[in-house]
């Protein structure tokens, strides 16, 4: 079955460097979001993207971060500049094409995430 | 704004036996989805159920179902026959456009 792949799982960084998180959505999808949980905390939306550009970002999603999909497969999150409030899980979802009849809505694959902590 | 609200951080119940998660949500649209998706130790976010917001039927998953309330913006989760395996934290969910809007949580314990 097909699966949204992250990596890495884990990464430890210094405050003030950059980072960039990866995911490998599933192949055929064309809608791409990356979420992020605080430890102990619920999941926040930070961004979607579309057709190559930002569709939808939150208030969380600021000049920091940025996102891409530089070869077609690859998916990422970037954090110019990590801070100590940065440290979360943060996951990739991806979701297919709009189905033809019925519901609307795609529903949205998650990875496992990566846990990013800034020392 | 939309918002989801889950009033209890932790429940548990004995295996074979059947708990219900609450959760409301807060929006003024009319066409929307719900979701629950759990989340296991190992942090992956695994959609258990979902509930189109134009259909009145409650949603059914083997042995997960919904009471939907549409009137009461109340969207609970029941789980029949409770298994080991359905340790776990359970996240209530809303969409109206593709963005997930989650709650703060249930953590679900199972005992043997």
């Known amino acids: 079955e097909p699966e949204v792949t992250q990596t890495p799982s884990h990464q430890v960084t210094q405050m003030g460097q950059e980072v960039i998180l990866r995911c490998v959505p599933i192949s055929n999808h064309l809608y791409f979001y990356w979420y992020r949980q605080i430890l102990g905390q619920k999941v926040e939306f930070l961004v979607s993207?579309?057709?190559?550009?930002?569709?939808?970002k939150s208030e969380i999603f600021d000049d920091q971060f940025s996102v891409e999909r530089p070869d077609g497969s690859n998916f990422t999150l970037k954090i110019r500049s990590t801070k100590l409030e940065d440290s979360a899980m943060y996951f990739c979802?991806?979701?297919?094409?709009?189905?033809?009849?019925?519901?609307?809505?795609?529903?949205?694959?998650f990875g496992p995430g990566t846990r990013l902590t800034v020392l | 704004a939309q918002t989801v609200t889950q009033s209890q951080p932790e429940m548990s119940v004995q295996e074979a036996e059947t708990v219900t998660l609450s959760c409301t949500y807060d929006?003024?649209?009319?066409?929307?989805?719900l979701f629950w998706y759990k989340q296991p130790p190992s942090r992956q976010m695994i959609l258990v159920i979902r509930?189109?917001?134009?259909?009145?039927q409650n949603a059914t998953e083997n042995r997960f179902s919904v009471n939907f309330q549409k009137a009461a913006k109340s969207f609970s989760l029941k789980i029949s026959d409770s298994q080991l395996g359905d340790t776990a934290m359970y996240f209530c969910?809303?969409?109206?456009?593709?963005?997930?809007?989650f709650g703060t949580g249930t953590r679900l314990q199972v005992f043997p």
């Open positions: 979802a991806s979701a297919g094409p709009p189905k033809t009849s019925g519901g609307s809505y795609n529903e949205q694959f």
């Open positions: 969910a809303f969409a109206y456009t593709d963005k997930l809007i």
């Open positions: 993207f579309y057709n190559n550009e930002i569709s939808e």
């Open positions: 509930q189109e917001a134009y259909k009145q």
């Open positions: 929006t003024s649209e009319n066409n929307y989805y």
